[in-house]
């Protein structure tokens, strides 16, 4: 009997090792430790056939071949589940040699863009980048700039207030006066920045936008000056081709004022019918002058000592331009496929 019970332990550890799979554990289940027919349940049945004496020992022996067995079921089991985790982990190690899952980045904005490549001519010319604030005071923004109370140009600038005395400013101006302020002369500064007006939204105009301004201030700074430094600037952006002129105009803070024109370049003034140019050949880019004297007053710096000259344009209207794009709006769709094709 005591064999028996022996040989039956040797083929449970020895079944147990070889289960190899899912089907392998029902077999081995099944086998030995089913209820109906299982060798082990069979043991148990044979309980009345053992002599009195011998069978608390019997039934101790064959629980233990039980509890022996489920043990060994429960650990085939696990090891079965490891291995097919195991399987699966490296089924899912990614193959290096196929090619990789193409990412977008992005692009940079047109405007953006346009900005970048101003302020690079400008910083090839020995010129600083300056910022200040969006939200700015009225004095910046209106009276430092010789634009007093009932100034027209007041009007003309529909403003965004944020409260009395404070609003969002409506040209990037103010930081002249806040760079002269804070530098002495010799100043050579460009203003890079966003503008707010009140402007209903349409083709060439948008609530939000940008600008570029330039100031320069020095002793004997003249017209000459700034008409060569705009020539330099404009020849530079639109090709050395461009012809540039200037027209008699008027702005609060310069005096003498002048608008200036480059010649179309996208028909160069052949084409009567261009889209661009309306048949002109010029486009109005930019505004400029010399600096107000009490505008000089305002930013600290003896108007009898220095001059300079200030000019301002619209990066939105360059991009617009150089895009050809119809409606400046379309900046702002935000539709990547769309802006990345712009140059
Ligand atoms: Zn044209």
Redesign the pocket.
């Known amino acids: 009997m005591g064999n028996e019970l022996d040989e039956l332990k040797e083929r449970l550890i020895k079944e147990a090792e070889g289960i190899k799979s899912q089907a392998d554990l029902l077999k081995f289940k099944e086998k030995f430790l089913s209820r109906k027919k299982g060798e082990i349940s069979l043991l148990f049945k044979r309980m009345p056939t053992i002599p009195p004496e011998e069978r608390a020992e019997f039934g101790k022996r064959i629980n233990q071949l039980k509890q022996l067995g489920e043990k060994l079921l429960k650990e085939a089991e696990e090891r079965i589940k490891g291995e097919r985790k195991r399987k699966g982990l490296i089924e899912s190690i990614p193959d290096p040699t196929l090619p990789g899952i193409p990412r977008k980045i992005g692009a940079i904005h047109p405007i953006a863009r346009t900005s970048h490549e101003i302020e690079e001519i400008f910083l090839r010319m020995g010129y600083d980048i300056e910022e200040g604030p969006e939200v700015e005071s009225e004095f910046y923004n209106f009276e430092a700039l010789n634009i007093p109370e009932y100034h027209p140009a007041r009007e003309e600038q529909d403003t965004f207030f944020i409260r009395k005395g404070i609003l969002l400013r409506t040209h990037t101006s103010p930081v002249q006066i806040r760079s002269m302020k804070k530098r002495r002369p010799p100043i050579r500064i460009i203003a890079p920045g966003r503008v707010y007006r009140r402007d209903e939204p349409d083709p060439t105009h948008t609530p939000m936008f940008y600008q570029i301004e330039g100031l320069v201030v020095d002793r004997g700074i003249n017209f000459a000056h700034l008409k060569g430094t705009l020539e330099t600037f404009l020849k530079a952006l639109f090709g050395e081709e461009t012809r540039v002129r200037f027209r008699p105009s008027y702005f609060p803070f310069t005096e003498p004022s002048a608008e200036v024109d480059i010649s179309?370049p996208?028909?160069?003034?052949k084409?009567p019918e261009?889209?661009?140019?309306?048949?002109?050949?010029w486009?109005e880019i930019l505004g400029s002058g010399m600096v107000h004297p009490r505008v000089l007053e305002a930013g600290g710096i003896d108007p009898v000592e220095y001059s300079g000259f200030a000019f301002g344009l619209g990066v939105d209207r360059i991009s617009m331009l150089r895009a050809q794009l119809p409606d400046t709006r379309y900046h702002y769709e935000n539709r990547i496929e769309f802006l990345e094709q712009l140059k």
């Open positions: 179309c996208i028909c160069g003034g084409d261009c889209r661009v140019c309306g048949g002109t050949g486009i």
